[in-house]
Nanobody, 118 residues
Framework: VQLQASGGGLVQAGGSVRLSCAASRIIFRIRTTEWYRQAPGKQRELVASITSGGDTNYADSVKGRFTISRDNAENTVYLQMNSLKPEDTAVYYC?????????????WGQGTQVTVSS
C-alpha cells in the first residue's frame, strides 16, 4: 500500500493550488477518500471527503474555497484550493475511510506542504 500526496508549494494569500493523491493497491472509486491537514503544533484535521458515490463534504473553514474531486480512470483524488489564506498553511495528507492500517498502525503516506504567505 502506498499513498502519495503532491502538488503543494508556496503560494500567496488569495492564490490557488491543486493537490493530487495517488495510490497503489487502493481503488479510490470504491472507497470514501479524505484530505486532512496538520499545521505546526496542531492536531490533524479533516478538510474534505468524497464518497464512492461522489458525495462531498467539507470542513466549515474551507467551504466555498476548496473542492475535492476524483478521476476514476487515473485513480487519483484532487483537492482544488482557491482563495487561500495563511491559516491554510499545513501539511496535507490523503487517506481513505477507514484510515488505512498497516500492521495495526495508521498509515498516512507522504503528505505535501502548502505554505500560504500573507
Amino acid at each position: 500500500v502506498q499513498l502519495q500526496a503532491s502538488g503543494g508549494g508556496l503560494v500567496q494569500a488569495g492564490g490557488s493550488v491543486r493537490l493530487s493523491c495517488a495510490a497503489s493497491r487502493i481503488i479510490f472509486r470504491i472507497r470514501t477518500t479524505e484530505w486532512y491537514r496538520q499545521a505546526p503544533g496542531k492536531q490533524r484535521e479533516l478538510v474534505a471527503s468524497i464518497t464512492s458515490g461522489g458525495d462531498t463534504n467539507y470542513a466549515d473553514s474551507v467551504k466555498g474555497r476548496f473542492t475535492i474531486s476524483r478521476d476514476n480512470a487515473e485513480n487519483t483524488v484532487y483537492l482544488q484550493m482557491n482563495s487561500l489564506k495563511p491559516e491554510d498553511t499545513a501539511v496535507y495528507y490523503c487517506n481513505t475511510r477507514p484510515i488505512i492500517s498497516v500492521n495495526g498502525v495508521d498509515y498516512w503516506g507522504q503528505g505535501t506542504q502548502v505554505t500560504v504567505s500573507s
